[in-house]
Nanobody, 121 residues
């Protein structure tokens, strides 16, 4: 029932920028932390950026100063602005949200389908 739909991925040149978005839909009680992860073949999925409901952010060292995560609580949407892209940023990017469907339930992790970001050069 709960869905996370990502958009914004594609091919971009080194030094360029892209903006990813992810919208949560379905019947839910609340959304806590949201974030972005990425994965390349042969490597484990890694956290790129996370943001709490209060606006506290957390970034991987490799993207600090280049990426910015933000969210729109009213629209259940999280964004990732990626600037000064490098070839090393090439990966499948996954949206994540910690969601409580009902007030009496524990929070669970939900994931988007992933969107490919390819940085040329």
């Amino acid at each position: 029932q709960v869905q996370l739909v990502e958009s914004g991925g594609g091919l971009v040149q080194a030094g360029g920028s892209v903006r990813l978005s992810c919208t949560v839909s379905g019947s839910i009680f609340s959304i806590n932390t949201m974030g972005w992860y990425r994965q390349t073949p042969g490597k484990q999925r890694e956290s790129v950026a996370r943001i709490t409901t209060g606006g506290t952010t957390n970034y991987a060292d490799s993207v600090k100063g280049r990426f910015t995560i933000s969210r729109d609580g009213a629209k259940n949407t999280v964004f990732l602005q990626m600037n000064s892209l490098k070839h090393e940023d090439t990966a499948v990017y996954y949206c994540n949200a910690k969601i409580k469907k009902y007030v009496w339930q524990w929070e669970s992790d939900y994931w988007g389908q992933g969107t490919q970001v390819t940085v040329s050069s």
